[in-house]
């Protein structure tokens, strides 16, 4: 990672405490402004560099694979923002949202299940998210309202995890 590149990831990650949920870890103690939108673009751009990566049960990192909740906790740990491992886990996180494409903002996350949160991807707007794809075997980015099957789990919720503290669900 060149140095100017380091200096903006730092940058971001001392700014990020004053914008995230409360069930969100943040991992910098440092408060300084910056703009939501900038740390939502920051996850997506994240997210979109590990397209094409292996899906891997249990992975975490660009080299070994990911599945979805580590791709997710990947995405998450490069801005310094901690979350669970599971699926299941991330789906408690921040705050919930409707499942509705009109209130989504990119760097929501979207959980997926019937019953119970089984999958999870990153919201990135005009209805598609980035998630680790068992059906692709890679990191893909999908539309929400993809067809549904054995091998596809059904949209389920969402999940805030940057906002303004005085923001509230919607």
């Known amino acids: 990672m060149s140095a100017s590149a380091q200096r ?8 990020v405490a004053r914008f995230v949920s409360r069930p969100v870890e943040v991992q910098d103690s440092a408060v300084l402004e ?5 740390l939502r673009d ?8 590990q397209i ?13 694979g990911f599945d979805c909740s580590g791709l997710v906790r990947f995405v998450l740990t490069a801005l310094r923002l901690g979350v669970p491992r599971t699926a ?3 789906a408690t996180s921040g705050l919930a949202v409707a499942a509705d494409t009109g209130v989504l903002r990119p760097g929501d996350l979207v959980t997926f299940g ?5 999958h999870v991807g990153i919201y990135t707007g005009e209805g598609r998210f980035i998630h680790a794809s068992v059906k692709a075997g890679k990191v893909i980015e999908s539309s929400i309202t ?5 091998l596809i789990q059904r949209w389920s919720g969402a999940r805030r995890l940057l906002a303004l503290r005085d923001t509230t669900p919607r």
């Open 42 to 49: 920051s996850m997506v751009a994240i997210a979109r560099r």
């Open 52 to 64: 094409g990566r292996r899906y891997v049960l249990g992975g975490t990192t660009p080299s070994g």
């Open 34 to 38: 910056i703009p939501e939108q900038t």
């Open 88 to 90: 299941a886990e991330q």
């Open 114 to 118: 019937t019953s119970r949160v089984h």
């Open 8 to 15: 903006l990831k730092d940058s971001v990650a001392t700014r």
């Open 146 to 150: 993809r067809q549904s099957s054995p």
